[in-house]
């Protein structure tokens, strides 16, 4: 494989650049990257604290009768408690904005309704939840002091301010979510008025009813069935027959055909599950595109911080943004989706039909210098000013910005077709790689054969019993759904356990789920890893075979583990640059790896069948 040099990136005309924009240095650039919250601050110790904690106060909660003297009804302070819980599970993670004002508003719920008369058990849990809150509600503060320690670094290092080069079409971020938050929003109003209606017509009809006592001779799914001392039959309905015993006595309140429980008024269940299931996402999109929006016109406002910057487009289609002076582009600061910001478009964006597709994009990796208006954080907005093609363009966020990894990983340089080959200078020799001539083989670390072993035996134990109650019962949807499922899973169980990467004089052998697949070494594009613990391979004609949810890096690297998938991408990256360190050597046959998949399938249909027609 021949070398391919690295490519000097495209001129911007001086036209497109303000006076006295200056580049930002590689040296701002990585103490920019390095701005980050505490590590006590990440979701990854927020969210589960919180979860435990409400799980915890949940199963504490003492659950006391409906009574005549007691009854039940529809819990509102409940229902808010119920909705910020759960929306503060995704708001530490997404949405640290949101946080800051929910969980305040969570604590006082708790502590106005639940500390008061509450067990020894039950306090303990529901302090837990107040110092989890408050514990989220530091860490989401972390993060925004980061983010705006990442804009002070910014102005420091741009010196001037020029405002956005005209014209420019609009910054779209958040039309389309505040409109649909607001009508989500108005499908929760909706939903609480229906519950506090049905709870006033229910309040009415108790008024002026008339109480009577009758006997339970029977108890259905959702109701009773019960006699009066003159022998007239009631059925009134019962949210928990099973707390009524046969035999016993219960008061009926009755208004004409109308009847219910005494102790069991209108509890607006139903009405409170619509208003969360859209009260929920509608809120987060309300929020989300209300803060896009006042980030785009924070950036259209007046002058903004300007730098110099490098600009190319990956593999996934986000533009990496490097510093000036990273001529190579071997270290991405930060990454973002960007659209055409000129309101005639950009060539990018004209073969969306496919036509010419492949040389856009293989020209759209090629870096460029660009011009940088905003100033970058995690989750703002940013424009750009670069060159298409000789052409000048502009570019504006699509999605939020997100920091590249740490690492600085080199990112593939562009070569034929839509990916490319990298400059075997820019990428280094990991000092994992020892060479020796024969076959390099990867496969899955313990704690991913862990997991992979954990969810064979949930699916072989699932399948048989969801087989034998279909066999009970050959209308169970819910044990026909799981069995129709059980293929997916077997699959990621197999992966987990077996997948296996080998390299040998010829290429690579894949082993995935199901089969193996040989990749020869000119037909691979590139290796990578990704954050969330997938690997990808692909190959010229944009095909890619992907190993899905392998690994937690993060996980991983805190008990002490050097990840398999990250080690492999690395050395077969390196083994694809230099072909003087590839193996001499064939792969065996049994050394190419087994799929795993085969085998558990047939193992969970003979488990299945004998404890179904057991």
Do not use: M, Q
């Given at each position: 494989m021949s070398k391919i040099p690295a490519p000097v990136p495209a001129p911007i005309p001086s036209a497109c650049v303000p006076p006295g924009t200056p580049v930002w240095s590689s040296e701002e650039a990585a103490r920019w990257s390095r701005v980050r919250g505490a590590p006590w601050a990440r979701p990854l110790w927020s969210v589960p604290a919180l979860l435990i904690a409400v799980v915890w106060a949940i199963a504490a909660a003492p659950e006391p009768p409906c009574t005549d003297a007691v009854p039940c009804g529809a819990d509102w302070p409940g229902m808010v408690e119920v909705g910020l819980a759960a929306g503060l599970l995704y708001w530490f993670?997404?949405?640290?904005?949101?946080?800051?004002?929910?969980?305040?508003?969570?604590?006082?719920?708790?502590?106005?309704t639940e500390l008061p008369d509450a067990g020894p058990n039950s306090l303990a849990a529901n302090l837990c939840v107040l110092a989890a809150l408050g514990f989220g509600w530091a860490a989401a503060r972390e993060r925004l002091t980061a983010r705006r320690r990442q804009r002070d670094l910014v102005v420091g290092a741009a010196v001037v301010r020029h405002?956005?080069?005209?014209?420019?079409?609009?910054?779209?971020?958040?039309?389309?979510?505040?409109?649909?938050?607001?009508?989500?929003?108005?499908?929760?109003?909706?939903?609480?008025?229906?519950?506090?209606?049905?709870?006033?017509?229910?309040?009415?009809?108790?008024?002026?009813?008339?109480?009577?006592?009758?006997?339970?001779?029977?108890?259905?799914?959702?109701?009773?069935?019960a006699l009066t001392e003159d022998g007239r039959p009631l059925i009134p309905g019962s949210a928990y027959p099973e707390d009524h015993r046969v035999g016993g006595t219960v008061t009926v309140l009755e208004d004409g055909s109308w009847q219910r429980l005494a102790s069991e008024p209108y509890d607006a269940m139903g009405p409170q599950l619509g208003a969360l299931a859209a009260g929920l996402p509608g809120l987060s999109l309300l929020v989300t595109g209300l803060l896009a929006r006042r980030r785009a016109a924070a950036l259209r406002r007046g002058p903004v911080p300007v730098l110099r910057v490098l600009e190319r487009m990956d593999e996934d289609g986000l533009v990496q943004i490097h510093a000036g002076d990273d001529t190579a582009c071997r270290r991405p600061v930060l990454a973002a989706p960007f659209a055409a910001g000129a309101p005639d478009g950009d060539?990018?964006?004209?073969?969306?039909?496919?036509?010419?597709?492949?040389?856009?994009?293989a020209a759209a990796a090629l870096p460029r210098e660009a011009v940088m208006f905003g100033s970058p954080h995690d989750g703002g907005e940013l424009l750009l000013v670069t060159t298409f093609r000789g052409e000048p363009a502009v570019l504006?966020?699509?999605?939020?910005?997100?920091?590249?990894?740490?690492?600085?990983?080199?990112?593939?340089?562009?070569?034929?077709?839509?990916?490319?080959?990298?400059?075997?200078?820019?990428?280094?020799?990991?000092?994992?790689?020892?060479?020796?001539?024969?076959p390099l083989s990867w496969g899955p670390g313990p704690l991913a054969r862990s997991f992979g072993a954990a969810l064979a035996l949930i699916m072989v134990g699932g399948a048989a019993f969801n087989a034998r109650a279909l066999v009970t019962d050959w209308t169970d949807v819910k044990a026909a759904f799981f069995l129709l499922c059980m293929l997916t899973w077997l699959g990621i169980a197999a992966e987990l356990l077996n997948w296996r990467v080998t390299a040998d004089r010829s290429g690579l052998w894949l082993s995935g789920r199901w089969k193996v697949r040989h990749l020869p070494w000119d037909d691979l594009r590139s290796a990578r890893y990704t954050r969330h613990g997938s690997v990808e391979m692909r190959v010229p004609d944009g095909d890619h075979w992907r190993l899905s949810g392998v690994g937690m890096p993060k996980l991983e690297r805190r008990l002490g583990l050097n990840p398999s998938y990250v080690r492999m991408a690395e050395e077969v990256t390196a083994l694809r640059d230099h072909p003087e360190l590839r193996p001499t050597e064939a792969a065996p046959g049994r050394g190419r790896g087994f799929p795993l998949g085969p085998v558990l399938l047939v193992l969970t249909v003979v488990v299945a069948a004998a404890w179904g027609l057991h």
């Open positions: 993670a997404r949405l640290p904005e949101l946080a800051l004002v929910a969980a305040p508003a969570l604590a006082a719920v708790v502590a106005w405002p956005l080069p005209g014209p420019v079409a609009p910054l779209r971020r958040g039309l389309v979510l505040i409109p649909a938050g607001l009508v989500l929003l108005a499908v929760a109003a909706f939903c609480v008025a229906e519950g506090i209606a049905g709870v006033r017509e229910d309040r009415h009809h108790a008024d002026r009813a008339v109480r009577t006592v009758a006997k339970v001779v029977g108890r259905d799914d959702d109701s009773l069935r060539e990018r964006e004209a073969a969306a039909d496919g036509e010419g597709l492949e040389e856009l994009t504006r966020t699509s999605g939020p910005v997100r920091r590249s990894r740490p690492d600085g990983r080199p990112v593939s340089a562009p070569g034929t077709g839509a990916y490319a080959v990298a400059d075997t200078t820019a990428t280094p020799v990991p000092e994992t790689l020892v060479t020796t001539g024969r």
